[in-house]
């Protein structure tokens, strides 16, 4: 992670795994990460956005879940707690009344999606909506769409969804997934592989 805006602050070593790096390498808009608790996939997001965070210019992030409650105890507080533990958290950056944390220019907004109205107006480079089964596919549409920030030439924005091997099912299967009824039937999942699939702008990450 580069140099942060002051120096005084000791950065960590930071390790990433491999999951992490088929996140970064990944040319999709779309990346569904699959795994039960302790696969490190929200792990590996939080990691990917804050190096972002760091490294590049003029980003907008959104980060959500479907209640703010919810959020509030996993994504906000991982992406907190790993700014935090790598030694780059900036208390005077952090509004906690607006649920916003900025660096540089740069800014990452914490948010609920029980009313996706509310997001129409801002444009995001990158999104992570965690537990991505809790909404519906109208909210990931609406949020979708917000998904025009301006990039440089050779970046691409992205919408990362995370959630648990039981929960893909409904719209996330089969809009994001390519998963059928008929293929439920024939096949179970192969959680253990790497990237199952990478179709329709859209790549599947599966923690081992």
Same mark, same amino acid.
């Given at each position: #992670? ?8 000791? %950065?960590?070593?930071?390790? &990433? ?29 939080? %990691?990917?956005?804050?190096?972002? #965070? ?6 907008? &992030? ?5 209640? &703010?409650?919810?959020?509030? #105890?996993?994504? !906000?507080?991982? &992406? ?5 533990? !790598? ?9 906690? =009344?607006?649920?916003? !944390? @900025? ?13 996706? $109205? *509310?997001?129409?107006?801002? @444009? ?5 909506? $965690? ?18 920030? =301006?990039?440089? /030439? ?5 919408? !990362?969804? @995370?959630?648990? /091997? ?8 089969? +809009?994001?997934?390519?998963? =059928? +009824? $008929? *293929? +439920?039937?024939? %096949?179970?999942?192969?959680? @253990?592989?790497?990237?199952?699939? *990478? ?7 599966? /923690?081992?």
């Amino acid at each position: #992670m580069e140099a942060l805006e002051t120096a005084p602050i000791t %950065q960590k070593p930071v390790g &990433f795994t491999q999951v992490f790096e088929a996140n970064r390498n990944s040319t999709a808009t779309c990346i569904v990460n699959v795994g039960g608790a302790g696969s490190g996939k929200s792990w590996a997001i939080a %990691q990917l956005l804050i190096s972002k #965070m760091l490294n590049e210019d003029n980003k907008t &992030f959104g980060i959500c879940r479907h209640t &703010f409650p919810a959020l509030r #105890m996993t994504a !906000y507080d991982l &992406f907190i707690s790993l700014l935090k533990d !790598y030694g780059v958290y900036r208390e005077e950056k952090h509004n906690k =009344t607006a649920n916003v !944390y @900025s660096y540089k220019n740069n800014v990452v907004y914490f948010f609920s999606l029980d009313d996706a $109205e *509310k997001v129409k107006s801002t @444009s995001f480079n990158y999104i992570w909506i $965690e537990e991505c089964s809790e909404i519906s596919f109208n909210d990931f549409i609406i949020l979708k769409t917000r998904l025009r920030g =301006t990039v440089k /030439p050779g970046e691409l924005n992205h919408v !990362y969804l @995370s959630c648990n /091997p039981t929960d893909i099912q409904g719209w996330v299967a089969s +809009k994001l997934c390519g998963v =059928t +009824k $008929e *293929k +439920k039937k024939e %096949q179970q999942p192969n959680y @253990s592989a790497q990237l199952l699939s *990478k179709e329709q702008g859209r790549d599947t990450i599966c /923690p081992k």
